[in-house]
């Protein structure tokens, strides 16, 4: 008995354009992340963070859109591909706003995972900005702490992407098992953003400036462990349990929905002469029988068009 593998349609293609762009934002987003830790010894902890997050916000967007703007001009980006990245957004933000973070309780997230699986990592990198980015704006969470959201949760949406492929229970016990190792990086890297501020100066996971990394990186996962798993554990938790009671029929319709937009079928540009001889040509072949036409595309209408698996 042979297992079927799962499909992948790409709807953001990672062009070299594109990939370098991915590739910069991402280096942006570890020098963000991580900058704290290579400070000089007489810099001041308190100040860690304070004025560098409304930069890196100005510079994440221009990036995303450059992303997409950047597809859209060289034809691998289409409308449906937008129209579905803003269905997807709108939805993630819905779900955030029942439960903004209670005690780790995180439904967003769970979207981003088959989203990414089914439409590639550069969509998924995206979806991950943006549903965090829209969330934010309904739910009033705007902050020094949204650029940093964004970039995590595009990171969850892009690694869902690069999983192998699997199919079957298979595939979901592995999408679940990576929700909960992103859910927990997640929490992680969001400790790191604010932890050397956060954490006071007279602890013993405090943060110290000019410290080596190897030191400075034991206090952060002290605090990370003694402070976070309250959180981090329960979001974990609830992304796993969502991908194995929804994620395969949330799977089976993005694919669906993939299949009918056809984000694979290359786009062909005919003249108006050679549509004319077509039209001239099936009329020749088939005289009279326009009934049987309608009814043929009434048919493939409703059965979404041409499988692609």
């Not at 990592?121 to 829209?134: D, K």
């Not at 400790?191 to 013993?204: E, H, K, V």
């Amino acid at each position: 008995m042979t297992m079927a593998t799962s499909h992948r349609v790409t709807a953001i293609r990672l062009r070299p354009r594109a990939a370098v762009t991915l590739a910069v934002t991402s280096l942006i987003g570890v020098a963000a992340f991580c900058w704290p830790l290579l400070v000089p010894r007489h810099a001041n902890a308190n100040l860690a963070h304070s004025t560098d997050a409304p930069w890196i916000f100005v510079a994440l967007l221009p990036l995303l859109l450059a992303v997409l703007l950047g597809e859209i001009a060289e034809g691998s980006l289409d409308a449906k591909a937008v129209a579905l990245l803003g269905i997807l957004a709108a939805c993630g933000a819905a779900l955030r706003v029942p439960s903004p973070g209670v005690a780790g309780f995180e439904p967003v997230f769970f979207l981003l995972i088959p989203a990414g699986r089914v439409l590639g990592r550069g969509f998924g990198f995206v979806l991950g900005a943006m549903t965090i980015l829209a969330s934010a704006l309904i739910t009033g969470g705007v902050g020094p702490w949204l650029p940093f959201q964004m970039l995590a949760a595009a990171w969850m949406g892009f690694g869902a992407g690069c999983l192998p492929e699997a199919g079957g229970k298979r595939e979901l016990t592995m999408l679940a098992l990576y929700g909960v190792i992103s859910a927990l990086a997640y929490g992680m890297l969001m400790n790191l953003w604010f932890w050397p501020f956060g954490a006071g100066t007279s602890t013993n996971f405090s943060f110290v400036p000019g410290a080596g990394v190897l030191q400075n990186l034991h206090r952060f996962i002290f605090f990370d462990l003694t402070t976070s798993l309250g959180f981090d554990i329960p979001r974990a938790v609830t992304t796993a349990v969502l991908v194995l009671v929804l994620g395969h029929p949330v799977l089976a319709a993005l694919r669906r929905a993939t299949r009918r937009a056809a984000f694979d079928a290359p786009v062909t540009f005919e003249s108006t002469d050679q549509v004319g001889s077509h039209r001239a040509g099936s009329a020749e072949a088939y005289p009279g029988d326009r009934s049987t036409w309608l009814k043929l595309g009434s048919a493939a209408s409703r059965d979404g068009g041409p499988s692609n698996d």
